[in-house]
């Protein structure tokens, strides 16, 4: 949970790695960045947690050291409404990447609902909520309680993770975190956040649904994003004006409404969109709470 918007990428920055930088050394290097956050990306995982203890810790000794919050994203071998063995091989997936959270100190596992298959639609989230209860459960069991369970919105058609979904989900199970992915949502309803009021509307939901709380400590995804009929296609920089949603619109809704979210860049140029993010953002508050320096 966030004490102010905080902004950082999805997974080490192509220029970190050039640098030859250590896991442990991201969380220095993006203090240096005036970054604030960082999502782990455990997406290629299986049942096990494929860090070593040691350097989990690590990472969430330098990001505290560093004031960077910390998020993992779990494997994308997730579906909680398949076959009985694909949702218990799921559950297993997703208390790996809990416990690897729980040692890095990590708030949240980010992860995909899964897809709607032979079951129906209307039954899908019913499903999820079965198999996520018996996930906290066993979580707590193994003294995991910090951890929250994030369920994103998804971007493709035959994926689970519609906004009322994941508010569906949010709901109904204890120790969820609320993941909103702008871009998947903007592909999913084919360019749905044309103007300010259309973020606004999405935020007003989630208040309505979930309360205050969640709105301002709202876990969210960034980019910009073409695509087609079934969805999401590809993720693009911000400066590619062909394509939505326009960060500088959210900016507006999150100043507006004073919230606090985590906001994680997933354009090609992770670090620097985030930065790019982080300033317009500082930009619109300023402007909201000072109106007259417009013309000064
Ligand atoms: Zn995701």
Known sequence: MADRPRFGPAGVPPLFRILGAKLSDVPG???????????????????????????????????????????????????????????????????ACATAAQWMGAYVVVFHLGFYGRAEKKEAPRNCIDALRDIIETMNSLGIQKVKLGPETMGKHFQLGTLDEVLTICEEVEQTQLVIDWAHLHARYRGRFKKVDDFRAVVEEVERRLGTEAVRNMHCHFAKIEFTDKGERRHHVLDE????????????????????????????????DAMKMRDTLRKVTK?????????S
Request: glycine share 6%.
């Open 241 to 272: 004006a062909r394509y939505g949603p326009d960060f500088q619109m959210l900016a507006e809704v999150i100043a507006e409404f004073n919230l606090r979210p985590v906001i994680i860049c997933e354009t090609p140029i992770l670090d620097i």
């Open 287 to 295: 402007k909201q709470s000072n109106p007259a320096s417009e013309h």
């Open 29 to 95: 290097l993006l203090r240096e960045e005036g970054l604030d956050a960082f999502e782990y990306q455990a997406v290629q995982w299986g049942q096990k947690p494929q860090i070593k203890q040691k350097d989990a810790e690590n990472l969430g000794f330098e990001a505290r050291k560093n004031d960077v919050l910390l998020s993992l994203h779990g494997s994308y071998y997730v579906n909680l409404c398949g076959e009985k063995e694909v949702v218990e091989a799921s559950k297993r997936r997703l208390i």
